[in-house]
């Protein structure tokens, strides 16, 4: 059991992400980000996909490293911190047990509580660690790899989940879209640049869900079934057509998500609006939300692309709030590969 704790002011944080395949260690100190390191694991461009053996053990190799790289940017020696922060879901259960056992031995020898943070509120968090920061309550759309939904945020960790998807999250729908046309893994990025020389000139079936929920499933089966007939008439048809297709393919997720974000904030009546999650960080995405912006007399908040992918830097903005409130994991935290928002 935690011992009682006499709270600090400012805290000094160490943050620690591996939920996934990046490995990122954040130091966090007077309400500020002082230095968010990550490391990226490059060889499951290979493999198509995410190998979780692999990633458990690349975790493992780098973590230590990355976490002293941490404190030297930030010129923090260890006994100057106040807690240790970790991501204890959800993601790939190898990853986590790698980061929840690091931070919880690193705590223990240092005398110090570990917060445990849940990756994707620290997602919609990491808006925090920005100079511009939104005003509680607002409507947050969050994308990644795994998810798509759309909160009214009241507080740090008080959310209305008032949308989500139900099959398939739009950063698959990217990555699975890009694989068919060819493309390295994570396709996302690569769409993204390549929609950036091609034109929205061809058509896919859209979702046709009520309210604020998402699907992409449909989305993909009509992708896979029209590159299937174009190539039976032409082989080279994607080769050919491949900056139109992504082109066509980006502005299909982009319209889908934000045709349920103008429903949510015309019936919230929220004038906030913060994109979040690493899908957050196409290109096309925050072009098109900054014009519904504009258009609907919302303020529109986007992070920088590095706290917008997985980072340790949004675990310690998560970690500051909890920190406030003495949210100290017990002893027996343990990581949780399916870890549900508490809404």
Same mark, same amino acid.
């Given at each position: 059991?935690?011992?009682?704790?006499?709270?600090?002011?400012?805290?000094? /944080?160490?943050?620690?992400?591996?939920?996934?395949?990046?490995?990122?260690?954040?130091?966090?100190?007077?309400?500020?980000?002082?230095?968010?390191?990550?490391?990226?694991?490059?060889?499951?461009?290979?493999?198509?996909?995410?190998?979780?053996?692999?990633?458990?053990?690349?975790?493992? !190799?780098? /973590?230590?490293?990355?976490?002293?790289?941490?404190?030297?940017?930030?010129?923090?020696?260890?006994?100057?911190?106040?807690?240790?922060?970790?991501?204890?879901?959800?993601?790939?259960?190898?990853?986590?047990?790698?980061?929840?056992?690091?931070?919880?031995?690193?705590?223990?020898?240092?005398?110090?509580?570990?917060?445990?943070?849940?990756?994707?509120?620290?997602?919609?968090?990491?808006?925090?660690?920005?100079?511009?920061?939104? !005003?509680?309550?607002? +409507?947050?759309?969050?994308?990644?790899?795994?998810?798509? !939904?759309?909160?009214?945020?009241?507080?740090?960790?008080?959310?209305?989940?008032?949308?989500?998807?139900?099959?398939?999250?739009?950063?698959?729908?990217?990555?699975?879209?890009?694989?068919?046309?060819?493309?390295?893994?994570?396709?996302?990025?690569?769409?993204?640049?390549?929609?950036?020389?091609?034109?929205?000139?061809?058509?896919?079936?859209?979702?046709? /869900?009520?309210?604020?929920?998402?699907?992409?499933?449909?989305?993909?089966?009509?992708?896979?079934?029209?590159?299937?007939?174009?190539?039976?008439?032409?082989?080279?048809?994607?080769?050919?057509?491949?900056?139109? +297709?992504?082109?066509?393919?980006?502005?299909? /997720?982009?319209?889908? +998500?934000?045709?349920?974000?103008?429903?949510?904030?015309?019936?919230?009546?929220?004038?906030?609006?913060?994109?979040?999650?690493?899908?957050?960080?196409?290109?096309?995405?925050?072009?098109?939300?900054?014009?519904?912006?504009?258009?609907?007399?919302?303020?529109?908040?986007?992070?920088?692309?590095?706290?917008?992918?997985?980072?340790?830097?949004?675990?310690?903005?998560?970690?500051?709030?909890?920190?406030?409130?003495?949210?100290?994991?017990?002893?027996? +935290?343990?990581?949780?590969?399916?870890?549900?928002?508490?809404?």
């Amino acid at each position: 059991m935690q011992k009682d704790r006499i709270l600090v002011v400012d805290p000094c /944080i160490l943050a620690i992400e591996s939920s996934c395949d990046d490995t990122s260690a954040a130091i966090w100190r007077n309400g500020k980000l002082l230095c968010n390191v990550v490391a990226s694991q490059l060889m499951h461009d290979k493999t198509g996909g995410i190998v979780p053996e692999v990633a458990s053990r690349a975790h493992q !190799q780098v /973590i230590i490293p990355v976490v002293k790289r941490a404190l030297e940017q930030a010129e923090i020696r260890p006994q100057e911190l106040d807690a240790v922060a970790v991501t204890h879901g959800p993601g790939l259960m190898g990853s986590l047990v790698v980061g929840v056992a690091f931070a919880k031995t690193y705590a223990a020898g240092l005398d110090i509580p570990v917060i445990k943070v849940h990756h994707m509120e620290a997602h919609v968090l990491a808006h925090f660690a920005t100079e511009k920061k939104p !005003q509680f309550p607002f +409507l947050c759309l969050t994308v990644s790899g795994g998810h798509t !939904q759309l909160l009214v945020v009241r507080g740090p960790f008080s959310y209305e989940e008032i949308g989500r998807t139900i099959d398939d999250a739009a950063g698959e729908a990217f990555d699975k879209s890009g694989k068919l046309l060819g493309l390295p893994y994570p396709a996302g990025p690569h769409i993204d640049q390549l929609a950036k020389e091609g034109s929205p000139k061809f058509e896919f079936s859209k979702q046709n /869900i009520e309210g604020f929920d998402f699907s992409y499933s449909g989305l993909k089966t009509s992708i896979l079934y029209f590159l299937q007939k174009e190539v039976r008439k032409n082989p080279d048809f994607i080769q050919e057509n491949l900056a139109d +297709l992504a082109a066509s393919i980006q502005h299909a /997720i982009v319209e889908s +998500l934000l045709l349920k974000v103008e429903a949510a904030l015309t019936e919230t009546g929220l004038k906030q609006l913060a994109l979040a999650g690493g899908v957050s960080a196409n290109s096309g995405l925050r072009l098109e939300a900054d014009k519904l912006a504009k258009r609907l007399g919302v303020e529109l908040f986007t992070t920088p692309i590095k706290l917008a992918t997985d980072n340790a830097g949004m675990i310690a903005a998560a970690a500051s709030f909890a920190y406030r409130e003495g949210r100290f994991a017990q002893d027996d +935290l343990a990581p949780a590969a399916r870890l549900t928002m508490r809404v």
